[in-house]
């Protein structure tokens, strides 16, 4: 019977000729090697025929009971807290994904994921960046180098189109439209593009930065770069944001949550789902009803003062 591991390459080359995205293939390809290393540790053999539903349960059991954050979380240390619901059920439907291609592909005939739930994830509290908080991580960006303005740059960015950061360190030259005022986002879920609108603020911390820009190396058409002219990667635009969080004396300063602040300082100045849940990029509204419900929140000071009840002053 042939190799698991053989078998995940063989469903690695059909995500590829499906046309999935780089970054979807490291998504599957990240779970894979933490499922094939508990086998090894385990001692039990890649073959399809010895993975049963029982030890798929150890496996979800392992994550969530034995194995600790990586060390690369930046937020949390390592030794307080062990991998979260998110990522353990993302781990089990990425194993779902690649158990129903072998079935289909006549691999195995028994699916051992069909027994097999996803566990429930946590509903982390979302808290926004508060305007406040928005000024003092602006004021701790000082200076008019180009690192400066670039970095001034991408928390105007981040901030007011809500873009994912790998979809911010892909923009390409030809992808910011500061006539227009437009963004272009290549690297949203799906290989989809959707254009952005950018205010009058982002749009001239994205000129100023351009005209101290790099010279691009390599020849890649990357709008931030590093100062040496390479494409930026995410995790600079992390540590980025971590350092000026600790300068400002602002706690939890990371790339998701400038999404999240986007999406509710939206719904609060009067915008509307439908239109976030494309600004977003989501294809469904699950997330965006999330925001909404948080949105709604501030209703309460508002009906505070408009109480029908409490007009009778009884």
Not at 164 to 181: I, Y
Not at 201 to 211: D, F, G, T
Request: net charge positive; with cysteine; aromatic share 8%.
């Amino acid at each position: 019977m042939t190799d698991l591991r053989t078998l995940f390459d063989g469903f690695t080359i059909h995500l590829q000729a499906a046309g999935r995205r780089p970054t979807t293939i490291t998504w599957y390809d990240k779970h894979m090697r933490r499922f094939f290393a508990w086998l090894d540790q385990e001692e039990i053999p890649a073959s399809p025929d010895q993975i049963t539903a029982l030890r798929i349960r150890k496996f979800i059991a392992h994550q969530q009971n034995d194995v600790q954050a990586w060390e690369s979380n930046s937020h949390v240390p390592t030794q307080e807290r062990g991998l979260s619901s998110t990522y353990i059920s993302s781990s089990v439907r990425a194993l779902r994904a690649w158990f129903n291609w072998m079935q289909q592909e006549e691999y195995i005939r028994d699916n051992p994921m069909d027994k097999v739930k996803t566990p429930k994830e946590q509903q982390r509290l979302i808290e926004p960046l508060e305007l406040d908080e928005i000024k003092r991580l602006l004021k701790a960006i000082q200076g008019t180098s180009a690192n400066a303005l670039r970095n001034r740059a991408i928390v105007l960015t981040l901030l007011d189109c809500g873009l994912r950061v790998s979809e911010l360190c892909a923009l390409d030259v030809d992808d910011v439209d500061l006539t227009g005022g437009w963004v272009r986002v290549r690297e949203g879920k799906g290989w989809k593009e959707r254009k952005v609108p950018i205010g009058g603020a982002v749009r001239r911390a994205l000129w100023q930065y351009s005209k101290m820009r790099p010279q691009p190396m390599g020849g890649n058409k990357r709008f931030f770069l590093t100062e040496d002219g390479w494409q930026l990667p995410t995790e600079r635009v992390r540590k980025m944001l971590i350092h000026y969080g600790h300068k400002a004396e602002v706690e939890n300063v990371h790339p998701h949550r400038f999404r999240h602040s986007f999406a509710l300082h939206f719904l609060r100045n009067g915008g509307d789902a439908l239109t976030l849940r494309m600004l977003l990029g989501h294809t469904t509204l699950q997330m965006v009803s999330r925001y909404v419900q948080l949105a709604a929140i501030d209703l309460k000071a508002v009906h505070a003062k408009a109480s029908p009840a409490d007009h009778l002053r009884l």
